[in-house]
Structure formats: structure tokens, C-alpha cells
């Protein structure tokens, strides 16, 4: 059984799955060319075809051990499930430690597809799924433990008035459990097993539950889509031309300097989005107010998803192609270490008695209750997120549909090796 790298996953599921389409491509030309009766069959071969060269889930998995923890440049997963944990009263650094431990050893375990030592139900961890677990360290940590060694941007963002209506349930923590995984089932599996770890030393302060396509739904490597159907997450720091290393890991880059080598942030802004009044604006608005179409996320100015924004563009009357307003065009870096890494996550509550429309500006009603589990990795969120979020939060045209309900900052410490656990160095010097 692989067990793979964050950076070797990529590669190895992308042939595979490349290949699937190729044939599931191959065979819709044919089946349009067939009569009724051979296209069922034809189809259905097809169908069988594609689903045994999906790669069995039981057989990946993401290594746990490393310099730097894994599921922050790790493809993002089907499922995620962020915890934010509040620490008892009168907890010291030897409890930390105990604590950080027992979490430690319990995550390697569940990522490695083996049931930890007390698990009660050890047929469900056998299907990691790319399981990772990662964990954020909130202030009340470092003042406990280490006080000098707290970054000095590890606090609540700066108020975003214009926009924010931040609600206490979605705010802040002294420890982030984020957990992401293929599979929905190992991830329940997975948050239980840890929090019955933790549950001498914290209480829950709030869970956030986010989702993706399924597994197997989409090319590997696919841009994901948000809730309001656009391509999201297409202009990303990436592995291959080593900007990753630069602006998450901080890495040969000048003016940002990571708060401990392997470490690097994490912001959270849970984003309601409205659906209700999305729906009153056409294509055309909506690619306006990003500055992308909506068909393959290319820019404005461009054909195909990648082809670089043109912000200079105008038309035939001399306006800006992308607007003055749109999205991409305030979210662009006005110096070169504006970037962020965003590997962002949908929420679609259950929404009780649904009726309605609900209106602009509202963050209830309607039939819908959803939104973006917005998570941004950078070296420095003052230096990096909130130049950005400060432009969006002046001008932006998505705020017309978008609130931001929550908000939270950790700092993410560096992997481990086996035998070590995470957070080791700090708690012990
Ligand atoms: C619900 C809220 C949001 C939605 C629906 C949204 C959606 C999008 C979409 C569709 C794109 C274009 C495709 C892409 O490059 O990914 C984009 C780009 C981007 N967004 Fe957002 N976004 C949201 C919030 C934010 C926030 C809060 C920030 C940071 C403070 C942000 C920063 C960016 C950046 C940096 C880009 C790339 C800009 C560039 O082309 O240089 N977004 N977003």
C-alpha cells in the first residue's frame, strides 16, 4: 500500500485519473454516434470502466511525520472538518505536553489508516482516505508555555467594519484540530477518536464541517467551485514554481521571515454567501463582479482558466474590461508578498422550516444557510492577508452577496518525527 507525500500525490493520482477521462471522453463521442439501444450498453461499460480506475481510497494516505505538517499544501481533500478547542482552567505546560501528545500519536495512527491504542471501533480507521491532521496553536497556548516565542501577529485580525458581522460562536480558539479527508466516514471517525484524546484538557469552542466535490467527481488537480458555482482557488501559490516555499513556508523570500522553521499561519473567515440574492443577478453580473467567467474561471481578458488577468484591458468604450470593483482585480497583490495560499471549503447548513427569500445583507433566512469556510496559509497575516482583506473590505463587489461571520488566526507549528509530537520544541525548548 502507497503511503505518499504531500508533494508525490499530486503526480501519482493525476496519471491515473487522467487516464479515466481519456476513456470516459473517448466514449461519450461514441456513444452521441450510436443508436438509443448501443449507447445504454455502450454507457454503461463505460460506467464500469471508469469506477474500477478511481484510486481505491483504502489505499491512500498522506504521511503524518515530516518537517512541515501535512493538509495545508496538501490537494485539498473532499472533506474538512475544522475544530477550534478552548483549554480547561489552570492548564500548565505539562498538561500541554500530555495533551499535544496523545494527539499526536492518535493522529499518525488514524492517518496511517491503523486505529489508535483505545479505539473502540478500529474497523472504521482502516480507510484513511488522505486523511491529514494539522493543529493550530491560538495565544492562550504561548502564554502558557512559551510567551517569547509568540508571533507577534497571533491575535484577532484588525476590525473589518465595513463588512464584518462576526458572530462569538465562529471566533478564535486556543487549539485548531483541522481535519480533512476523502471520505466523510473516517473523518467522523477521526474527530471522535481525537476528541476523546483531548476531552480531559479542552471543551469544544466551535466545529466547522466543510466540503468539496466527492472523490472521484472531478479531475485531480480540478480548480474546485464554490456554492456560488465559480472556479475558486485558480490564482494559488503553487509547488512546481516554488512560490509555495516562498510565501506559506517563507522560504528565500525577502520580508517575511516564518515565526519558527516548518511553521507558518492559518487565517479562517467563516463567509455567508447569499444565495437568495446570487440568484437575482445574471451571468453577466456575476462574471463582472469577479472579473472571470463562470464556464472555466478564465479571466475577462482571456480564453482558458489560466491565461494571466489583463487589468489594463478596456473596450470598445474605454472602460476597464475588469472592473474597478471586481474581485480579482482589489484581491491582486500590490506588492509582491500579498499572496496567500487559500484552500477554501463550502458549508451548506440544514436549514429549519426554509421558506422565504432572505434579503441583502441578510445572514439568516431563506432556504439556504451557506457560505465559505475561507482558510488562507501565509508566513504573516498582517503582512500578507490583511493588505488584501482591507482593499476587499473598501471596494469589493462580491461583498454585495458576502458577510464574513467568523474569524480566527493560529499559528501552525512544524511536523514531526515518529517518536516526537507536535508543538515539542516549543513546550520543551
Ligand atoms: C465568499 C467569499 C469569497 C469568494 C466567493 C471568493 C471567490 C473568488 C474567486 C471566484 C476568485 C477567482 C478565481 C481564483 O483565482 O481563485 C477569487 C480570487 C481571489 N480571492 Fe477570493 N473569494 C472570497 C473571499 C476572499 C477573501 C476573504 C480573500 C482575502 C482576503 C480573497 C482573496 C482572493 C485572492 C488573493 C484571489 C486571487 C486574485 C488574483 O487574481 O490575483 N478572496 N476569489
Not at 502507497?2 to 508525490?8: M, W, Y
Not at 478564465?298 to 489583463?310: I, R, S
Not at 499572496?339 to 422550516?353: E, F, G, K, T, W
Request: charged share 20%; with cysteine; hydrophobic share 40%.
Amino acid at each position: 500500500m502507497a503511503e505518499q507525500t504531500p508533494d508525490s500525490l499530486t503526480s501519482s493520482i493525476t496519471s491515473r485519473s487522467t487516464t479515466r477521462r481519456a476513456v470516459v471522453g473517448v466514449g461519450l463521442g461514441a456513444v452521441a454516434l450510436a443508436t438509443a439501444a448501443c449507447s445504454t450498453s455502450a454507457g454503461q461499460q463505460e460506467e464500469k470502466q471508469s469506477q474500477s480506475e478511481v484510486t481505491p481510497l483504502v489505499d491512500t494516505r498522506v504521511a503524518f511525520y515530516g518537517k512541515r505538517q501535512a493538509g495545508i499544501d496538501t490537494p485539498a481533500q473532499a472533506h474538512a472538518v475544522f475544530i477550534a478547542l478552548d483549554l480547561c482552567e489552570g492548564t500548565n505546560t505539562q498538561a500541554l505536553i500530555r495533551l499535544m501528545r496523545v494527539l499526536t500519536a492518535d493522529a499518525a495512527k488514524l492517518c496511517a489508516g491503523e486505529p489508535s491504542l483505545v479505539d473502540q471501533e478500529p474497523e472504521l480507521a482502516a480507510v484513511a482516505a488522505n486523511l491529514t491532521v494539522t493543529f493550530g496553536f491560538g495565544e492562550k497556548i504561548f502564554d502558557i508555555a512559551a510567551p517569547a516565542a509568540k508571533p507577534q501577529w497571533l491575535k484577532p485580525l484588525p476590525a473589518f467594519d465595513e463588512i464584518d458581522r462576526l458572530e462569538d460562536a465562529w471566533n478564535d480558539g486556543d487549539l485548531l484540530l483541522q481535519l480533512c479527508a476523502n471520505d466523510r466516514m473516517t473523518l467522523a471517525h477521526a474527530q471522535r477518536t481525537l476528541l476523546k484524546g483531548a476531552r480531559p484538557f479542552v471543551t469544544v469552542r466551535w466545529v466547522q464541517d466543510g466540503f468539496l466535490r466527492a472523490h472521484g467527481s472531478e479531475k485531480p488537480g480540478e480548480t474546485p467551485r464554490n456554492l456560488f458555482g465559480q472556479v475558486d482557488g485558480t490564482v494559488n501559490p503553487r509547488q512546481e514554481d516554488g512560490t509555495i516555499d516562498r510565501y506559506v513556508w517563507g522560504e528565500n523570500v525577502e520580508g517575511l521571515t516564518p515565526w519558527v522553521p516548518g511553521g507558518t499561519s492559518l487565517v479562517i473567515r467563516r463567509i455567508h454567501m447569499n444565495l437568495d440574492t446570487w440568484d437575482l443577478s445574471d451571468r453577466p453580473a456575476r462574471e463582472d463582479a469577479v472579473g472571470r467567467k463562470l464556464s472555466n474561471g478564465a479571466p475577462l481578458t482571456g480564453e482558458h482558466e489560466h491565461d494571466k488577468a489583463d487589468l489594463e484591458a478596456v473596450n470598445e468604450l474605454g472602460f476597464e474590461v475588469i472592473a474597478p470593483y471586481a474581485h480579482i482585480r482589489r484581491a491582486a497583490p500590490e506588492k509582491d508578498i500579498e499572496r496567500i495560499l487559500r484552500r477554501p471549503y463550502n458549508y451548506d447548513l440544514p436549514v429549519a422550516a426554509a421558506s422565504g427569500i432572505s434579503q441583502h445583507g441578510d445572514t439568516a433566512g431563506g432556504i439556504s444557510q451557506s457560505g465559505l469556510i475561507f482558510c488562507s496559509y501565509q508566513v504573516d497575516p498582517l503582512a500578507q492577508f490583511v493588505p488584501i482583506q482591507r482593499r476587499l473590505a473598501t471596494l469589493d463587489m462580491l461583498n454585495t452577496w458576502t458577510v464574513p461571520i467568523g474569524s480566527a488566526v493560529f499559528a501552525l507549528p512544524p511536523g514531526c518525527a515518529p517518536g516526537q509530537y507536535i508543538g515539542q520544541q516549543l513546550f520543551e525548548g
